[in-house]
């Protein structure tokens, strides 16, 4: 279980809370038998920081579980230090379920680069809806068109949830004041608000 003390949910209010102090105790559940708490752990160390983080993300890059070695990669991604590039590079390949290429996108979204953007509109173009969503909304400041295009196809989904979820998101990211207005009359209440707010915003 990674609830109660010790628990992931405790290693990441540590994290949250930016008290150096609170290192050590984080620190050590990087080597905890659970995999939720290494990987809350991993995230927690990148947040509190300190002289020696990088060494510490590098060694759980050889974690045996794949989800925690890919958050030390992000982590260390996001630190800008180079070592967590080659696996999350890796996962971008197409011998890789629409799962885990997504996984790498989410990843790498901090600092997007040309083949970043094209592996993130391949994902939202083709695939499982989720996958096709989760892309969608990652390209929004990058490729609105085609974040758009996802959107207004999934807003016809099988799934209750992916149909509100991709309504909801396209209403916030539109700029097409004849799309904003068919989505006034959504049968989604924060899909109407959505709507009206970026109208609001877009005409004022």
Known sequence: QGEGAGGASTIEALGKSRQPAALPAVTAKLKDRRPEVRAAAVDAVAALGGPAVAAQLRTMLNDQNGFVAVRAAKALFDLNDPAGAPLLTSLLSLDFPPATRLMGV????SRPTPAWVEAT???????PAEVRLGAAQLLVPHDPATAAQTFDALAGDNNLAIREVASRKQA???TNLSVLRTLLRSPDRLTRVAAAGRISDLTR
Do not use: K, N
Not at 106 to 109: D, F, P, Q, S, V
Not at 121 to 127: D, I, K, P, T
């Open 106 to 109: 989410e990843a790498m979204a």
């Open 172 to 174: 916030e990211s539109v």
């Open 121 to 127: 509109r391949g994902l939202a173009q083709s695939g």
